[in-house]
Nanobody, 126 residues
Framework: QVQLVESGGGLVQAGGSLRLSCAASGRTFRSNAMGWFRQAPGKERDIVAAISGSGGITYYADSVKGRFTISRDNAKNTVYLQMNSLRPEDTAVYYC???????????????????WGQGTQVTVSS
């Protein structure tokens, strides 16, 4: 049974930092893209960042470019999201996801992701 478990969320002041982790179990994703998505209250879920299996290709939403960094450790089957210079508008539930299909195409396409974590709350106070 595949599981993705996020951790690292919490409450932080504007300008602060958080590091999210997503540990996968049940299978290896070293050849599969993984991503972080977020959903704020009353809004649709959107992509934040994605990374290819090798880590050589990354994607960032415009709103987080220069502030967030996605990375992965395939030996640990884990993907990370380092979030710096956090803003109140970053407040959301953050979800980790993984693709079942191997490859680097469409890593930013949310509907292409097959496995999802339960989410972790990030709240940024002003």
């Amino acid at each position: 049974q595949v599981q993705l478990v996020e951790s690292g969320g919490g409450l932080v002041q504007a300008g602060g930092s958080l590091r999210l982790s997503c540990a996968a179990s049940g299978r290896t994703f070293r050849s599969n893209a993984m991503g972080w998505f977020r959903q704020a209250p009353g809004k649709e879920r959107d992509i934040v960042a994605a990374i290819s299996g090798s880590g050589g290709i990354t994607y960032y939403a415009d709103s987080v470019k220069g502030r967030f960094t996605i990375s992965r450790d395939n030996a640990k089957n884990t993907v990370y999201l380092q979030m710096n210079s956090l803003r109140p508008e970053d407040t959301a539930v953050y979800y980790c996801a993984a693709k079942d299909r191997i490859g680097t195409r469409n890593i930013a396409t949310m509907t292409d992701y097959d496995y999802w974590g339960q989410g972790t709350q990030v709240t940024v106070s002003s």
